[in-house]
């Protein structure tokens, strides 16, 4: 069984920045799949960034250039660095996990950029 914990949401004013972390524990399998989805209301549930063990990462065209994706494999931990963060960036975000051909996910954490 593979349990995520996330942390690193909150508050942040229109163009701010926030880190989110997110640390899988259990039976976790290489190679895997780690990535942040978030989901606003109303709305369904997007991918917003991923990167495999092997170093490969992948954006949503909303956030290229604005967020960056980055892991370390040792601590079995997935970042999220989010600058300039728009109102429109406001979700819940889930941290997922795909490893031994099975997907895990975690509680999520609110992210709220507002005035």
């Known amino acids: 069984q593979v349990q995520l914990v996330e942390s690193g949401g909150g508050l942040v004013q229109p163009g701010g920045s926030l880190r989110l972390s997110c640390t899988a524990s259990?039976?976790?399998?290489?190679?895997?799949?780690m990535g942040w989805y978030r989901q606003a209301p109303g709305k369904q549930r997007e991918l917003v960034a991923s990167?495999?063990?092997?170093?490969?990462?992948d954006y949503a065209n909303s956030v290229k250039g604005r967020f960056t994706i980055s892991r370390d494999n040792a601590k079995n931990t997935v970042y999220l660095q989010m600058n300039s963060l728009k109102p429109e960036d406001t979700a819940v975000y889930y941290c997922?996990?795909?490893?031994?051909?099975?997907?895990?996910w975690g509680q999520g954490t609110q992210v709220t950029v507002s005035s």
């Open positions: 997922k996990l795909f490893s031994g051909f099975r997907d895990s």
């Open positions: 259990g039976q976790i399998f290489t190679p895997n799949y």
């Open positions: 990167a495999t063990s092997g170093g490969s990462t």
